[in-house]
């Protein structure tokens, strides 16, 4: 059986958007109500946002792989990301 990439970022993509999604409304879902969910959706679609960016900064696969499940998916981005948001009053 062979899929497609298209199928395979697809899928990828709607994943973390339905596990944010969950774990928001798991943790905040009492708290904001549905906003959560949407907060959570977008939290956990960021790390996976470099993929557009894959043709400018990186020559091959490899390099781009190491970049992104290295920094992209680190708790040092995590930590970035949220001081980026308090700054921004998202």
């Known amino acids: 059986?062979?899929?497609?990439?298209f199928t395979f970022i697809t899928m990828g993509s709607l994943?973390?958007?339905v596990l944010g999604a969950a774990c928001g409304e798991a943790?905040?879902?009492k708290k904001i109500g549905y906003k959560a969910m949407l907060f959570g959706a977008i939290d956990g679609t960021i790390p996976d946002l470099?993929?557009?960016?894959?043709?400018?900064?990186?020559?091959?696969?490899i390099d781009h792989l190491a970049f992104h499940r290295g920094f992209m998916h680190s708790v040092i981005f995590a930590f970035i990301a949220d001081k980026l948001k308090k700054t921004k009053k998202l």
């Open 1 to 5: 059986m062979q899929i497609d990439l």
């Open 15 to 17: 994943t973390q958007i």
């Open 27 to 29: 943790i905040l879902g």
């Open 50 to 61: 470099d993929v557009i960016f894959k043709k400018l900064f990186f020559q091959n696969n």
